[in-house]
């Protein structure tokens, strides 16, 4: 057998999109799978040999600064949401320059907080939320003390889409001089495209540093995350040395990076624009509606009023539900607090596929 054949059948086993109701990543668009293409030997590690690729992701980041309200953005494409929310806490710990440093975070917060905490020896401090699953702001300053270096705050939340109050998040962050990171992994691509959008970025003077994510909503080839900060000194903060690259120093976390992110998300961006963004974001916001209220008339209630396109719905019976929908081929999540499932509706999530899923859960509540 050819080795195409034999990846061919592995490739097979996969579950396509078309069935996947619980990823935040989606198709990559269809510019992005050739702008890939172009640029898949590229090493952004190596800057001085490919100067046309460097050249491109600055040009990304002042996009990437347009549409999050920064005149001075500073930043790279990383791995993902993960390595993002990493070096946005590793710069500012490297700023603020403490003993013992701590964050605070809501209790919403991603998971890779919990590899934070272990990479960067930073204590992590969770703060409760409200009824709303927002970030309660009095109890993260009640969990602030002199040798915290950054609180954070999630624009878009992993679990409900909820976006924390960033405004007095900024506030609180400006009053004692310590950094505010917003993860907007998620969020990042799709509020600036809403109705009406919640500031969530640079607007706000006291935000320091944004996780935005082109390998989500930026419909992006993977791997594709952004760290984005408010000006260059925070990447000064996390350089370190090359001796012999073509290079004096690098900032990024990685060595060898590909250029392929930088590439395909740029050429989504640029082929889209932002109205054909507003576009995208607002058909999955109308395909989450329809769902909401298909669901409804199940006997399902989304955990909050969805906010964007990630919805979750309360049942005691999540894990029993998901695990007969996978045997059907459907893949949806569910999550712990509260007891629900939970589903993202990607572009790939059409209006047939919402329909086609319903039609499968009505046979599980038959059971
Ligand atoms: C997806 C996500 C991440 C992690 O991103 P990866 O690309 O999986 O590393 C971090 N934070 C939030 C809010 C996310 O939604």
Redesign the pocket.
């Known amino acids: 057998m050819d080795v195409i054949d034999e990846l061919r059948t592995y490739r097979e086993k996969d579950i396509p999109y078309s069935r996947v109701l619980s990823s ?2 989606t198709i990559p668009h269809p510019v992005a799978v050739e702008a890939h293409r172009m640029f898949i030997e590229t090493n952004l590690g190596d800057p001085g040999i490919f100067r046309g690729t460097v050249e491109l992701e600055a040009k990304l980041m002042k996009l990437i600064g347009e549409i999050l309200h920064c005149k001075t953005p500073a930043g790279y494409i990383c ?7 990493i070096q946005g806490i590793r710069a500012a710990r490297n700023v603020q320059r403490k003993d013992n440093p701590n964050i605070v975070i809501p209790k919403t ?2 998971f ?1 907080f919990e590899k934070i905490g272990d990479i960067l020896r930073v204590e992590i401090r969770r703060a409760g939320v409200d009824e709303e699953y927002k970030v309660d702001v009095g109890q993260v300053e009640d969990l602030m003390d002199e040798n915290t270096v950054a609180i954070v705050g ?5 679990e409900l889409g909820q976006i924390d109050p960033i405004v007095e998040l900024s506030k609180l962050a400006e009053e004692r001089q310590v950094e505010l990171h917003v ?5 990042g691509l799709v509020i600036p495209f809403m109705d009406d959008p919640y500031p969530f970025d640079f607007q706000n003077k006291g935000v320091s540093s944004v ?1 935005i ?1 082109p ?2 909503m930026g419909m992006a080839t993977i ?1 594709a ?1 952004g760290i984005i900060f408010k000006d260059e000194s925070y990447l000064r903060a996390l350089e370190v040395e090359t001796p012999y690259l073509t290079s004096k120093t690098q900032c990024t976390l990685t060595g060898t990076r590909p250029g392929t992110g930088v590439a395909s998300a740029y050429a989504v961006l640029k082929s889209l624009g932002f109205d054909g963004m507003r576009e995208v974001v607002k058909t999955c916001l109308k395909n989450t509606r329809i769902l909401v209220e298909e669901m409804r008339a199940l006997g399902f209630e989304p955990v909050i009023e969805p906010v964007m396109n990630v919805v979750s719905f309360r049942t005691d019976e999540a894990e029993r539900f998901k695990e007969e929908l996978y045997r059907m081929n459907w893949v949806i999540s569910t999550i712990r607090e509260p007891k629900a499932i939970r589903f993202v509706v990607m572009p790939h999530v059409t209006e047939e596929v919402i329909k086609n899923f319903i039609s499968d859960l009505r046979r599980v509540l038959r059971r």
């Open positions: 935040m990543c791995s993902g949401g993960t390595e993002a929310n917060a991603h890779s999630i624009a878009g939340t992993t993860d907007a992994a998620f969020g996780t994510d390998h989500k791997p995350g």
